[in-house]
């Protein structure tokens, strides 16, 4: 495929994403919320960390390798959940879990996502968490725990850093919304976008129809140019509290985790709770603008509650050098949205592989640089200077 064939990283993919998407679905993917501070911060923390490099150390038997749950994976890394590689790519949440699986790494469904968890367990196999968007009627919810539970997902993920819905303003301008809307402006995007509009909406159209969320109550289960396909105030709940968290740890035996807890105290919250582990996320910046920076949170979480729960983090990793450094700060592993997102955007299983295959290689030569033979041998002794204390903001 010529397009991924010149990529070379993650911001090369981002760039053939961009070509390739109608200008509406490729702003959904890239873009944040409101002026795109913490998309902004997300990355120029991690950017802002320099680090040493180690002589003389034999790194010639490293590996990237590491246990997370008690099971090994290739890469301290799993896919976030998103809803939009249905959008990017045909059946694209089955070719980034395909990918996932390919690669030894766990992969996130997303509630919005529009292929059947069934589905994905089914074709994809690998290691499968599922993520919920928690509804308004409670039962609804329970009614997905229940799917997820007997289609064998390991983890149970629920969001908790979307009250209500955030500000995208770009979206308005450029005419994209769930439902479709058919603007003449989203229609004159979409015409010239060929490659997108054949290879993706084509596909969907001569084969399985309009693609649906198929993971939503079925009575939600509309079409995505259908009234009911938005992610409707059923699922961002500012009503959603720890009551709901107490009856999820329940009904999951499984590993739960929460997603968007930044705070120390809502830490000792959940794990009091029960809950398993925490993923430290801003939501890729998309949700709350003046959201700190992950990655300058993590230390005082990593403090104070590092050996009481599992860390993950997320938030604007795109570099195998990004997954050192959260590691370094505190994180047993990191989640990445955009970056396979674009990749699976540009080609598929094959471009998800690819974005994965960069992030490894790219962790693999810096823990050589650095001296780290393992994940395990990662710390803030790789940094240069002592800023590490001066990104903790509760410090
Ligand atoms: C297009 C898109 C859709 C997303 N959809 C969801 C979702 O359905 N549920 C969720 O919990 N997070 C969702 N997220 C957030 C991601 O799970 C993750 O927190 C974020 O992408 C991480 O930041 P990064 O993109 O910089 O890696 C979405 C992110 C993107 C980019």
């Not at 997370?68 to 890394?77: W, Y």
């Not at 058919?182 to 060929?194: E, G, K, M, T, Y």
């Amino acid at each position: 495929m010529a397009a991924l064939d010149n990529c070379y990283n993650v911001n090369d993919l981002r760039a053939a994403a961009k070509r390739r998407l109608p200008r509406g679905v490729f702003e959904f993917v890239d873009r944040a919320t409101e002026d795109h501070l913490a998309l902004a911060a997300n990355r120029s923390v991690f950017q802002d960390i320099k680090l040493r490099h180690r002589a003389l150390l034999d790194v010639s038997g490293r590996t990237t390798k590491t246990t997370l749950f008690g099971k090994e994976m290739a890469i301290p890394m799993a896919i976030a959940p998103t809803g939009a590689a249905g959008l990017c790519w045909y059946r694209g949440e089955l070719a980034l879990a395909k990918a996932a699986a390919a690669a030894n790494i766990p992969l996130t469904l997303s509630t919005a996502s529009m292929t059947a968890m069934e589905t994905i367990a089914d074709q994809a196999g690998g290691r499968l968490w599922f993520q919920l968007y928690v509804w308004k009627r409670r039962d609804l919810s329970y009614q997905i725990i229940e799917r997820a539970k007997k289609a064998g997902y390991e983890a149970l993920i629920v969001t908790v850093d979307s009250a209500v819905a955030p500000n995208r303003e770009y979206n308005n301008r450029n005419g994209f919304a769930l439902p479709f809307n058919p603007s003449a402006r989203f229609l004159f995007d979409v015409a010239l976008h060929p490659a997108w509009t054949l290879g993706v909406m084509g596909r969907y159209l001569t084969t399985i129809g309009m693609p649906k969320h198929e993971n939503y109550p079925a009575e939600f289960q509309g079409t995505i140019t259908s009234g009911s396909a938005g992610r409707s105030d059923a699922m961002r709940l500012d009503s959603l509290n720890w009551d709901d968290i107490k009856i999820f740890r329940d009904m999951w035996p499984g590993i739960l985790m929460l997603k968007g807890v930044n705070r120390v105290d809502d830490a000792h919250r959940a794990i009091a709770a029960g809950v398993d582990g925490l993923i430290v996320s801003n939501h890729g910046g998309r949700n709350m603008d003046s959201a700190a920076a992950t990655l300058s949170v993590l230390p005082t979480l990593a403090a104070e509650v590092g050996d009481k729960t599992t860390l993950i983090l997320d938030s604007g990793i795109r570099r195998g050098s990004d997954i050192l450094k959260a590691l370094a700060l505190g994180a047993k592993a990191v989640l990445t949205g955009r970056a396979t997102l674009y990749g699976t955007a540009v080609g598929g299983e094959a471009g998800a592989s690819k974005a994965i295959g960069f992030i490894k290689t790219e962790l693999d030569k810096t823990m050589a640089y650095t001296g780290c033979r393992t994940p395990a041998e990662i710390s803030t002794d790789v940094f240069f200077g002592d800023a590490a204390n001066g990104w903790d903001a509760e410090a």
